[in-house]
């Protein structure tokens, strides 16, 4: 009877040592008519445990029986074990689960893992092997380690489980005492513990032991097995025919019966036909042999074994290539359970056996950084934190955070914008000033200040409310109703004893004693009033005044309207191109530095040996990308030119709404050009970078010689030609978007009535599209349209590039006449 698998792997279990005392049997039914027996050890020989409980474990009938018999064992162990050899090993310090915030980049164990374990074996062969042993061996896995004389490790080494032995320590003190190995020619060698690495998933009981999945797997792998072996023999013997005739066979020839009988012999091929049998005299009869309800029952079996192997190893099916039946949703939730909790505690348990060979605040761990399952819960993250911005709960630079980029930290980003409308919600009150939502910083009445907490205005200030504060202070100085008094002619009047009281109660005592004033008079004093006194300038006084007066005066420019000038756009583009031309005079050597970095040319041609034992150069080319870092300094450029344009946007929008209202504000839209332009210069630095990369990239391709001193100069030569240019018409563009913009916003902002008209600046540069724009006179808020596009103004970033990028003009304020 040839060897089966037994119905659970628990069965491989059986003691080692001759001395130790036979286990009693435990029996469990199971099935009907079938006994499942599992073993127990009541014994043991030290207080740990039974250091030979995993010596009954065949390592070799698992691998034959369970591992190359069984689809579902071969692929669940495939599947795990395949990560751990493509992913590379990290050794650093800091930072998160993502990203080391430094890290080591030339060690013993990285060339070893990454590289070649050993003659026989590179780092990803040995890291496979590792991982598929760890969930096959209940012994675990045992790695040779091998030092030079000076201590460095310069091999590993992975020993056949089942021909290592654990030899533990007597005195319980150390656990292992050492391990001895029989090699291929049988002979034993002693390996220190130093020298070994045991890694293996723990037991919960024995510390000598460890487990596998196929111990609780083990019933169902044998099951999937012999499921099969089941339906292969029955196609190869017992392939009937799908149906059978019976006729009378009376009087036929015994050659032509042996002919009708041959046609039932066993086969695949023979399976499905319509066969004759003699039935005796007279009778025709019908047989159906199709397959029955009970051989049906492999399909089920089957599939339950196939579940049961996968929960054990906690491998799902899409995992292993197969996801239908499921949505993408489905999928990826599935990937990412994968991950989560079969992949990284298996990657995690393999890293940690080699902490030791490390110093203490360095960690090895397998870079996951590049693993699109681990973006799962983060895309999520970032999609409900972009709706939370949406509704307003969150800032710009919350989110940024969120998606683990650096904020911008600026008053416009810090500050909550409110739908529908986004008006903003400033942070603080010097972001309240900067969004124009209250005074300048020094000139009282800030954002969120409390009147009752703020100190008496000192006098002499200039202010209605210092001048108040001093005449009170004065305690002989007349009041206001004897100053009226005298100016009338009349004695001044003598009010009631007491404490000095309220404003409210001078008032109402006034009014009390008072029955002959009527407000024709009142209106008469203030008008003699302002035509002998100078009304005061600053204050809250003034401004309540000066708002007050607003509502009665109609909104009138000067007769030649508004119109930003041509100087205000070369003014800001000039100082844009000195931040580009100084940030690029600074990358450009940055660039060049990367290149000599020792990092960036180790594995690469242009690496230089030391000595002739100088093993880290190679035949690679330098990483380009790597080298010119574009979304580093797209980011630097954002950040660099943001306060810049926020700053010319201000002043914009605060010289018009000044002429328009005769308050200087700042509209929360005017400063949404200036952020727009900021990020497209830094998209525009990307797409430079690009560039400078596929020019390093296609020398190191075409040229067989090439020096680093080559490259080098490809680099200067790349700012020299492209940098100046690139950096005039970035800043041109950011110019013309930032203050149309800022004008624009503020105009709109300002109320009905107020028109603007589209100017060029009539030279041989304006495209044919604006020359037709030239005059045209719309509202505000308005769009212009032409060739199917809108533009809201000049430079307008939402407008196709063809209509935007070089653009000059401006537009010119004014009021409607029919308003």
Excluded at 646 to 653: E, R
Excluded at 765 to 776: F, Q, S, W, Y
Aim: with cysteine; net charge negative; hydrophobic share 40%.
């Amino acid at each position: 009877m040839p060897r089966q698998f037994l119905p659970t792997l628990r069965g491989l279990l059986t003691p080692r040592t001759a001395e130790s005392p036979p286990p009693p049997a435990e029996t469990k039914d199971l099935l009907a008519g079938g006994v499942y027996t599992s073993m127990s050890y009541a014994g043991v020989t030290n207080v740990w445990g039974t250091p030979g409980r995993a010596d009954g474990w065949d390592l070799e009938r698992v691998v034959i029986e369970g591992y190359e018999r069984s689809i579902w064992t071969f692929k669940s162990v495939e599947a795990i074990s395949k990560h751990a050899s493509t992913l590379p090993i990290q050794i650093g310090r800091g930072g998160d689960e993502r990203e080391f915030k430094e890290t080591l980049e030339d060690h013993p164990l990285l060339r070893l893992l990454n590289k070649r374990a050993n003659p026989l074996e590179t780092g990803d062969v040995f890291k496979k092997r590792l991982s598929a042993q760890l969930l096959l061996s209940k012994k675990g896995v045992f790695i040779e380690k091998t030092k030079s004389r000076g201590g460095v490790l310069v091999r590993l080494d992975l020993l056949p489980p089942d021909r290592v032995q654990i030899i533990p320590d007597e005195r319980n003190a150390a656990y292992v005492k050492h391990f001895e190995f029989t090699d291929y020619a049988g002979n034993v060698r002693e390996l220190k513990p130093e020298k070994v690495i045991w890694l293996r998933d723990p037991h919960p009981t024995d510390p000598f032991c460890g487990v596998t999945p196929l111990e609780a797997a083990g019933l169902s792998v044998d099951l999937d097995v012999k499921a099969r072996t089941y339906n292969i023999s029955f196609i190869d013997n017992d392939g009937r025919p799908g149906g059978i005739v019976g006729i009378d066979l009376d009087g036929v020839d015994s050659a032509e019966v042996e002919r009708i009988q041959r046609r039932l012999a066993p086969g695949a091929h023979n399976a499905g036909q319509l066969t004759l049998v003699g039935t005796g005299p007279g009778g025709v009869t019908y047989v159906d042999t199709s397959a029955r309800p009970r051989e049906m029952a492999y399909e089920t079996l089957s599939a339950t074994a196939k579940n049961e192997i996968l929960s054990a190893f906690g491998v799902y099916e899409s995992v292993i290539g197969n996801a239908s039946e499921r949505t993408f949703n489905n999928a990826d939730r599935e990937e990412w359970n994968f991950w989560a909790h079969t992949e990284l505690p298996h990657l995690n348990l393999i890293a940690s056996a080699f902490d030791p060979d490390l110093p203490d605040d360095w960690v090895i761990r397998f870079d996951t950084s590049r693993v699109q399952a681990l973006e799962f819960p983060r895309r999520q993250a970032r999609e409900e934190a972009r709706k939370e911005f949406e509704a307003g709960l969150i800032s710009i630079d919350e989110y940024r955070e969120i998606a683990n980029r650096r904020p911008f930290n600026t008053p416009q980003s810090r500050a909550l914008w409110i739908s529908p409308q986004k008006a903003p919600v400033p942070a603080n009150d010097s972001d309240a000033a900067a969004l124009g939502l209250a005074p300048e910083p020094g000139l009282g009445g800030g954002f969120g200040a409390d009147p009752a907490a703020a100190p008496p205005p000192e006098p002499g200030d200039g202010s209605a409310a210092a001048d108040v504060a001093a005449a009170r202070a004065l305690e002989e100085s007349p009041t206001a109703a004897d100053d009226v008094a005298m100016a009338r002619g009349q004695a001044p009047r003598e009010l009631p004893a007491g404490p000095a009281a309220t404003a409210a109660d001078d008032v109402a005592a006034a009014r009390a004693e008072s029955t002959d004033t009527l407000p024709g008079d009142a209106a008469d004093d203030v008008a003699a009033a302002r035509a002998t006194r100078l009304q005061p300038t600053s204050g809250p006084a003034a401004e309540d005044v000066e708002a007050a007066r607003t509502q009665l005066e109609t909104k009138a420019l000067p007769p030649d309207g508004f119109e930003v000038t041509e100087a205000d756009f070369d003014a800001l583009a000039t100082a844009v191109q000195a931040a580009l031309a100084a940030l690029l005079a600074r990358q450009k050597g940055v660039i060049i530095a990367r290149l000599r970095a020792p990092k960036i040319r180790k594995h690469t041609r242009f690496w230089q040996p030391e000595n002739e034992h100088d093993t880290r150069g190679g035949d690679a080319n330098i990483d380009e990308d790597r080298v010119v870092s574009a979304a580093r300094w797209a980011e630097e450029t954002t950040n660099s030119l943001a306060p810049m344009l926020q700053q010319a946007a201000a002043a914009t929008a605060r010289r018009l709404s000044r002429a328009l209202t005769g308050a200087a504000t700042v509209p929360p839209a005017a400063v949404a050009p200036a952020l727009l332009a900021a990020m497209n210069a830094g998209q525009a630095m990307t797409g430079l970078l690009g560039d400078l990369a596929d020019e390093l990239r296609s020398m190191q391709t075409l040229a067989v010689e090439i020096t680093l001193a080559d490259l080098e100069r490809t680099v200067a030569r790349f700012y020299e030609d492209a940098g100046l240019g690139w950096a005039s018409r970035v800043a041109e563009t950011c110019a013309v978007s930032t203050i149309n913009g800022a004008a624009d916003a503020a105009a709109e902002s300002a109320g009905p009535g107020v028109v603007r008209t589209w100017i060029t600046r009539q030279d041989d540069r304006v495209r044919p599209a604006h020359k037709a724009l030239h005059g045209k006179t719309l509202p505000a808020g308005t769009p212009y349209e032409i060739d199917g596009s809108q533009l809201r103004y000049p430079g307008d970033p939402f407008a196709p590039i063809a209509l935007t990028v070089n653009c000059r003009c401006r537009l010119h304020y004014d009021t409607d006449p029919k308003e």
